[in-house]
């Protein structure tokens, strides 16, 4: 059996990819170390320069424990570190994938990368299964080892992802289903159309073989995710010579008609909704849809001043206020997330007194503030007029401490009502406690629930009273009115 150690960084599309790729390479099992691995498999995030800050740091620590594998450095007990490895290669093959490879490319990092066997460009997601294999059996031919798998095991280079080849790492309560791949917009501070490519979106009939097969395995939330789920199928319909552009998008509704009935699904949740695509008649059809959609709208607004807007290249860049009432008027008790940058250059006092009053007259339920980094190769890397580092960071601060209130506020209205909470798992410190989501709390994006009581363990959807709150969090039981009777 293969042995795997994993290191997947970034947003929930990057842990689908892995999730994926490990799963579609046939019997493995996950370790680790490093060290005790016959494949380390790095999927890194190149978006904006921390990422890639963290990704180089990831890459080289497992280069640093890989290359101390010294077959002839005595060990306590007069053991080489060879001698305590697994029997199987004399060191783990490094493979490195992702945004980091999208973003500068192979040739680029191979020469600053050397002892990285090998690069993998997110434009050919499918055939990273293969190719790993493929280099597995190489090297492992190389090595002199017995355990190199059969050329006609290998699948072939340009092999399509099976549906089951999925290994869940986020347990048994929600998984995340990657819809579409790569961007159609062309947003001035971002880099990921330059890493993903264009708008690649996946077949209707195999997401819903796949969202199949999760449920199957007792997931009972699936998080639908993409850099735009509002343009889900445009580049289908294009390529078949579809419907007008300016309609409400078929290929989601299309989409979404197929996965709504499938049995054991409790709650379908939409991430990344451009406002653009955010119509009435797509409102209208989520509303009829009932339940299991969660009326949880994460809008990434980026900003509420029209000039900013407007240099940022957003799809949409008129008043922002016009979507959250559009959603509003069909959904009353929706709950709202977006992002925010602030000092984005140009941002004058003005447009950050305009996003100030927007944000606090919205009073979304989450929200996650950016201060802009120029990001090179960028156009707005380019722009006149960048703000200092300290004024952006600032800005930041203060719509942070406005959100906190905020959030505050709306989390201690819910105390003494009685929700539904999708238990994800056990609290790390305390027995007994456990962490869940109510259904306007987004999994690795919002704050979450504690709770236990009766009934409390992984992948349980159950009813349970709210005793507290705090400024983005939430603690319940499920018997506290069982006990205060």
């Not at 963290?54 to 290359?67: A, F, K, T």
């Not at 509420?304 to 290249?313: C, F, N, P, T, W």
């Not at 979304?364 to 120029?374: E, N």
Request: proline share 8%; hydrophobic share 40%.
């Amino acid at each position: 059996m293969l042995r795997i150690h994993s290191i997947s960084l970034g947003c929930p599309k990057n842990r689908v990819d892995t999730e994926r790729t490990l799963g579609s390479l046939g019997p493995i099992r996950l370790v680790d170390r490093p060290e005790d691995a016959d494949c380390v498999f790095i999927n890194t995030c190149g978006f904006i320069a921390p990422a890639v800050e963290e990704s180089v740091r990831s890459i080289m620590d497992v280069l640093h424990r890989v290359q101390a594998l010294d077959e002839n450095a005595p060990r306590p007990g007069g053991k080489s570190r060879k001698a305590s490895r697994p029997a199987g290669l004399e060191r783990p093959l490094v493979v490195v994938a992702g945004c980091l490879v999208g973003r500068y490319g192979k040739k680029v990092l191979a020469p600053d990368l050397p002892e990285v066997d090998l690069l993998l460009d997110n434009r050919e997601l499918e055939r990273w299964p293969g190719h790993i294999l493929a280099a597995l059996a190489r090297v492992k031919a190389e090595w002199g080892s017995k355990a190199a798998p059969a050329a006609s095991a290998l699948p072939p280079s340009s092999a399509v992802l099976p549906p089951a080849g999925r290994l869940l790492s986020t347990g048994p309560s929600y998984a995340w289903l990657k819809i579409s791949e790569g961007c159609r917009h062309a947003c001035s501070f971002c880099t990921i159309p330059a890493i993903r490519g264009k708008l690649r979106s996946t077949p209707a009939g195999m997401l819903r073989e796949e969202a199949r097969l999760l449920l199957e395995q007792g997931v009972k939330e699936l998080v639908l995710v993409a850099q735009d789920v509002t343009a889900y199928g445009r580049d289908l319909r294009s390529a078949r010579g579809g419907g007008p552009k300016d309609a409400a998008n078929p290929g989601l509704r299309g989409l979404l008609e197929a996965l709504l009935p499938l049995p054991g699904l409790a709650r379908l949740r939409l991430m990344y909704l451009y406002p653009a695509g955010l119509t009435r008649d797509l409102l209208l059809f989520l509303k009829d849809a009932g339940s299991p959609f969660v009326p949880y709208f994460d809008i990434p607004l980026q900003h509420a001043a029209k000039g900013v807007l407007e240099r940022m290249g957003r799809p949409f860049a008129g008043d922002p206020r016009r979507v959250v009432d559009n959603i509003r008027a069909v959904f009353p008790d929706a709950a709202l997330r977006t992002s925010i940058i602030t000092g984005f250059p140009g941002e004058t006092e003005q447009d950050f007194a305009t996003l100030a009053d927007f944000v606090r007259e919205t009073r979304f339920h989450h929200l996650g503030v950016f201060a802009y980094q120029a990001e090179e190769g960028t156009p707005a890397a380019a722009m006149e007029h960048q703000v200092p580092d300290r004024e952006k960071q600032w800005r930041r601060d203060t719509i942070m401490d406005m959100q906190g209130e905020i959030s505050e506020e709306i989390l201690s209205s819910h105390v003494g009502q009685r929700l539904s909470v999708l238990v994800d798992a056990p609290h790390g410190e305390w027995p007994g406690l456990h962490v869940g989501r109510a259904w306007f709390q987004a999994p690795e994006s919002d704050g979450i629930t504690y709770i236990s009581g009766p009934g409390v363990s992984p992948g349980a959807l159950v009813d349970a009273d709210i005793v507290e709150s705090s400024v983005y969090d939430l603690t319940a039981l499920t018997d506290a009115r069982e006990d205060g009777e």
